[in-house]
T-cell receptor, first 113, second 111 residues
């Protein structure tokens, strides 16, 4: 099983739609989780951290399910500007593993007018 | 944006030549990382540093070396560049349990 897995997509959704991405991870001792956004030919940028109780930032909601070892990202009322690749990131467990963060390969989202 | 600068932004070099990429930060963050990004593979860790002169290998370290002689600079060296090292290289910084912040990237082409 790969360490961090995402559905590569692409997800093609109309403006205003709600879309959800999942990301599974293999290390049950992982402690930190993040969602990044990457535009074409640009660096990844932090979208939001993922907290155990779930968290929301405007139209974006992130959730963590430790029992099933996945994190999710929900985007409501999609905008054209949301078109990008979304990367989930998971760190290792304690010790040296905690220094390393592993990226999923990303899920591509295209929001269509 | 976090104060992190990569240089050069673009480089074309020939197979067999040495290449050094530089990452400079003004945030005084402890951890620095070098990733490469390729189609179909996503971001893969090459090397990382957890302090001055403290470095360790990532998953794709073969053919690369790094040095960190001071907190703000993390150098990535390709001793003898190969075509398989054509890629986009990203440097990133972070503190304990905090997210990564990335530089703008270096596009390296090895001909």
């Amino acid at each position: 099983r790969k360490e961090v897995e995402q559905d590569p997509g692409p997800f093609n959704v109309p403006e205003g739609a709600t879309v959800a991405f999942n990301c599974t991870y293999s290390n049950s001792a992982s402690q930190s989780f993040f969602w990044y956004r990457q535009d074409c030919r640009k660096e990844p940028k932090l979208l939001m951290s993922v907290y155990s109780s779930g968290n929301e930032d405007g139209r974006f909601t992130a959730q963590l399910n430790r029992a099933s070892q996945y994190i999710s990202l929900l985007i409501r009322d999609s905008k054209l500007s949301d078109s990008a690749t979304y990367l989930c990131v998971v760190n290792g467990d304690s010790g040296a593993g905690s220094y390393q963060l592993t990226f999923g390969k990303g899920t591509k989202l295209s929001v269509i007018p | 944006d976090a104060g992190i600068t990569q240089s050069p932004r673009h480089k074309v070099t020939e197979t067999g030549t040495p290449v050094t990429l530089r990452c400079h930060q003004t945030e005084n963050h402890r951890y620095m990382y070098w990733y490469r990004q390729d189609p179909g593979h996503g971001l893969r860790l090459i090397h990382y540093s957890y302090g001055v002169k403290d470095t360790d290998k990532g998953e794709v370290s073969d053919g690369y070396s790094v040095s960190r002689s001071k907190t703000e600079d993390f150098l990535l060296t390709l001793e003898s560049a190969t075509s398989s090292q054509t890629s986009v290289y990203f440097c990133a910084i972070r503190e304990d349990y905090s997210p990564l912040h990335f530089g703008n990237g270096t596009r390296l082409t090895v001909t």
